[in-house]
């Protein structure tokens, strides 16, 4: 069955600290992994997508099919990053079908 | 285009009633999702058209659930017979092509009472 972890539903850091956000993810081919975000008051939104290998707002995140993760890092979180963080898992059937994690909330106190 | 439009954004609904919800996707993309997100959840999916075809739909969508886009551009989602365990958070999203992401719209978010 096609299934996405994020093991953490709080993380809290400190402005300037390291972040990552861990996927874990349940596939047996290959998935087109991404991380949407969702502000306070805002709509969900796209962060990032695994195809297109990009940096977002200073975030990055690596395909790992050895261990089926796709985690989401940023090296030094600021306050703005304060948000809900969705990984989604897309299988390459060609309806675009998302399957999300719980999400994880990301805290950054300054 | 301001992108994704739902309508209304707020349902408050008694036992038993019916319930519609419209969704106005970017005019472009051809392909609209139903999305339903629960608290503490993900959004989990519902149904996908593209165009006025609807190629997909979950298990989650019983035979109270019924969902139309006619003419290809406009959705709307209906809900017979509410229950309580209807209440959620239901989410429109539309894209161009399936690797693009999606853009999602505010929600309707609606409760059972």
């Known amino acids: 069955a096609q299934r996405v972890t994020q093991p953490e539903k709080l993380l809290s850091v400190f402005k300037g600290a390291p972040v990552e956000l861990k996927c874990n993810y349940s596939y047996s081919g290959s998935p087109e992994l991404f991380w949407y975000v969702q502000y306070s008051r805002q709509r969900l939104q796209l962060l990032l997508r695994?195809?297109s290998r990009e940096s977002i707002k200073g975030f990055t995140a690596d395909l790992n099919k050895g261990e089926t993760s796709f985690h989401l890092k940023k090296p030094f979180a600021q306050e703005e990053d304060s948000a809900m963080y969705y990984c989604?898992?897309?299988?390459?059937?060609?309806?675009?079908?998302?399957?999300f994690g719980q999400g994880t909330t990301l805290q950054v106190k300054p | 285009d301001t992108g994704v439009s739902q309508d209304p954004r707020h349902k408050i609904t008694k036992r038993g009633q019916n319930v519609t919800f419209r969704c106005d996707p970017i005019?472009?993309?051809?392909?609209l999702y139903w999305y339903r997100q629960t608290l503490g959840q993900g959004p989990e999916f519902l149904t996908y058209f593209q165009n006025e075809a609807q190629l997909e739909k979950s298990r989650l969508l019983s035979d109270r659930f019924s969902a139309e886009r006619p003419k290809g551009s406009f959705s709307t989602l209906e809900i017979q017979r509410t229950e309580q365990g209807d209440s959620a958070m239901y989410l429109c999203?539309?894209?161009?092509?399936?690797?693009?992401?999606?853009?999602f719209g505010s929600g309707t978010r609606l409760t059972v009472v």
């Open positions: 695994h195809i």
């Open positions: 999203a539309s894209s161009l092509s399936g690797t693009d992401g999606y853009t």
């Open positions: 989604a898992l897309s299988a390459p059937s060609n309806t675009g079908k998302l399957i």
């Open positions: 005019s472009e993309h051809n392909r």
